[in-house]
Nanobody, 127 residues
């Protein structure tokens, strides 16, 4: 059973940057596809970015493409989300999630495709 813990959230001004971290433990973490999702108050949980087990496949939501970068360090069992040029609409609780897809070469971006979730970290962007 994989456990995930997010950190790095906080309050930042528009145009600023934050780096979120997802610490994974339990199971063979390096085998999992890891995704980042976010949920704003009163809205559904939305896909942000995903990275496959080896880091060779990444995929981003259109809204963050070119501003956010997902990376992973399997030696440290960590996944990161570097967020630049933040906008007020990026304000949300950010979650990392883990999946063992049948095809690790295919980007995984649907909520129901992920089996393990962290507790989330709040990101607030002030305008």
């Amino acid at each position: 059973q994989v456990q995930l813990v997010e950190s790095g959230g906080g309050l930042v001004q528009a145009g600023g940057s934050l780096r979120l971290s997802c610490a994974a433990s339990g199971g063979t973490v390096s085998s999992y596809t890891i995704g980042w999702f976010r949920q704003a108050p009163g809205k559904e949980r939305d896909f942000v970015a995903t990275i496959n087990y080896g880091g060779s496949v990444t995929y981003y939501a259109n809204s963050v493409q070119g501003r956010f970068t997902i990376t992973r360090d399997n030696h440290k069992n960590m996944v990161y989300l570097q967020m630049n040029s933040l906008k007020s609409e990026d304000t949300a609780v950010y979650y990392c999630a883990a999946s063992l897809p049948e095809d690790p070469g295919r980007p995984i971006y649907l909520v129901h495709e992920y089996d393990h979730w962290g507790q989330g970290t709040q990101v607030t962007v002030s305008s």
